[in-house]
């Protein structure tokens, strides 16, 4: 099982910029892709990015693309999420999560088995 601690979060202002990092620890980090999650008030989970093993191949959702950046260090069992030009509605928790199994560019939420506790981004307008 993995161990997953997310730090990074904060308050800041529309079209500031923030950089999240979630650190991996207890099972072979380099061997798995990696994903961020956020989850705001009354709303479902919603994929943010994912990223291969290697950290060569990403993806993200339409709503991030162009502004967030996904990238992982696997020699310090590091993935993280550069989050630019923020926006309120990105306003949310966000979590990193590492999938069940060994797929190659996770997106669903249910392929995901494990889960961090989450840090907060406050985005005021």
């Known amino acids: 099982q993995v161990q997953l601690v997310e730090s990074g979060g904060g308050l800041v202002q529309a079209g500031d910029s923030l950089r999240l990092s979630c650190a991996a620890s207890?099972?072979?980090?380099?061997?798995?892709?990696m994903g961020w999650f956020r989850q705001a008030p009354g709303n479902e989970r919603e994929f943010v990015a994912s990223?291969?093993?290697?950290?060569?191949?990403?993806s993200y959702a339409d709503s991030v693309k162009g502004r967030f950046t996904i990238s992982r260090d696997n020699a310090k069992n590091t993935v993280y999420l550069q989050m630019n030009s923020l926006k309120p509605e990105d306003t949310a928790v966000y979590y990193c999560?590492?999938?069940?199994?060994?797929?190659?560019?996770?997106?669903?939420?249910?392929?995901?088995?494990?889960w961090g506790q989450g840090t907060q981004v406050t985005v005021s307008s």
């Open positions: 207890g099972r072979t980090f380099s061997m798995y892709a």
């Open positions: 990223i291969s093993s290697s950290g060569g191949i990403t």
């Open positions: 999560a590492q999938p069940r199994r060994r797929y190659f560019l996770p997106r669903q939420t249910n392929d995901f088995g494990s």
